[in-house]
């Protein structure tokens, strides 16, 4: 019974928040590794831990930053800090280290780009400041901070949302564009 209430506020939320367990966007690590040891919890030795060392590792990797990590508690095995390369030995120390990092990529692909449930509008505000102006804010919302490119898709049938005002374009009333892509870095 509580599932079942939970679930529309769960739908609600995800279509808020695009890159929460979105495949095209980021990239998950188990029980992650640097240079042969557990990935330490703290990027220096007991400093900058969680996420200073969890963002670390994904830059290394080639990706963004961090968006989530999962703490593995004093798993019984040597880890290196990734800011230092200082290993920690449990039989001396508490080692902590990572279950999992996910990453955001650092180049991604918006396909049909949503906007709190609606199509994103094709102008960041109603009328004004369309295509790149909106492509941008888009990018910049979901965490990237530039735009690489976008393409138009003309005259939707569904009722879109500009990013700028949360206004909606009803096709019922007005002639309502979004985009077909957005790719952001």
Request: aromatic share 10%; glycine share 8%.
């Amino acid at each position: 019974m509580k599932v079942k209430k939970l679930l529309p506020i769960l739908g609600i939320f995800l279509l808020c928040h695009p890159m929460i367990g979105s495949a095209d966007t980021t990239v998950n690590y188990n029980n992650p590794k640097h240079k042969g040891y557990a990935l330490d919890w703290c990027r220096i030795f007991e400093n900058n831990c969680g996420q200073g060392a969890a963002n670390a590792y994904c830059q290394a990797k080639g990706h963004l930053k961090a968006a989530s990590w999962v703490k593995r508690n004093h798993p019984g095995v040597k880890t290196m800090t990734i800011g230092q390369n200082s290993i920690c030995d449990p039989q001396h120390h508490r080692c902590d280290t990572f279950s999992s990092i996910q990453c955001v990529k650092k180049e991604v692909t918006f396909t049909k780009p949503m906007h709190k449930g609606h199509r994103l509008d094709w102008c960041r505000v109603f009328e004004n400041d369309c295509g790149q102006g909106a492509a941008k804010a888009f990018c910049q919302v979901n965490g990237y901070n530039t735009l690489v490119s976008y393409s138009k898709a003309n005259n939707l049938s569904v009722k879109t949302m500009t990013i700028g005002q949360n206004a909606v374009c009803d096709p019922q009333y007005h002639h309502c564009d979004s985009f077909n892509w957005i790719k952001c870095k």
